[in-house]
């Protein structure tokens, strides 16, 4: 049985430090594609997610021509919310959380439509889980947090402080 690994992290605001641990992270951990919840900030930080299957989500904060000519270069998908992505057998639902973002990934968590609802924006980890399903806030990778989710439901929180 193979083992799937989903990286999931939002609001990495140009913290170059973070990013940088937090793909190292996921390349030792078997990561097979990564979801980034919006506000990248810097449309060159896409670059280092080439490594990777990735899907942006667009923030507030960021430059929807920028980011999905950076993400073009790298193969990787830049979507306004909200981005619905089947992964090994589990139907996501990403969202940023701004311009109702929140109001619509609490609506997806509960409708049961969805295995995982992932969110970002208010740079608080949130992990709930119900029936099987799962809505996650990473926090903010800006301020180090990130998670690992696995094929069979497991989350891990995470820190860049961890990996120091």
Same mark, same amino acid.
């Given at each position: ?27 030792? @951990? ?7 919840? +919006? ?35 790298? +193969? ?12 090994? +057998?589990?139907? #996501?639902? #990403?969202? @940023? ?12 968590? @509960? ?11 208010? @740079? ?19 301020? +180090? ?12 929180? #995470? ?6």
């Amino acid at each position: 049985m193979q083992f799937f690994s989903l990286g999931v992290i939002s609001d990495s605001h140009d913290n170059d430090y973070s990013i940088q641990v937090a793909l190292d992270v996921f390349k030792r @951990h078997g990561v097979d594609q990564i979801v980034h919840c +919006g506000d990248v900030i810097e449309p060159r930080f896409v670059g280092y997610f080439s490594d990777f299957k990735t899907t942006f989500v667009l923030g507030n904060n960021d430059d929807e021509a920028a980011l999905a000519e950076e993400a073009a270069k790298i +193969g990787a998908v830049v979507q306004r919310q909200p981005v619905c992505l089947d992964w090994h +057998g589990k139907r #996501l639902f #990403l969202v @940023h959380g701004h311009d109702g973002g929140y109001s619509i990934a609490e609506n997806a968590f @509960h409708s049961g439509d969805w295995d995982v609802v992932c969110y970002g924006h208010s @740079h608080v980890q949130d992990l709930r889980e119900a029936s099987g399903r799962i809505i996650l806030n990473p926090g903010a990778l800006e301020n +180090g947090d990130f998670c690992i989710l696995t094929a069979n439901g497991d989350v891990k929180r #995470l820190n860049v402080e961890d990996f120091v």
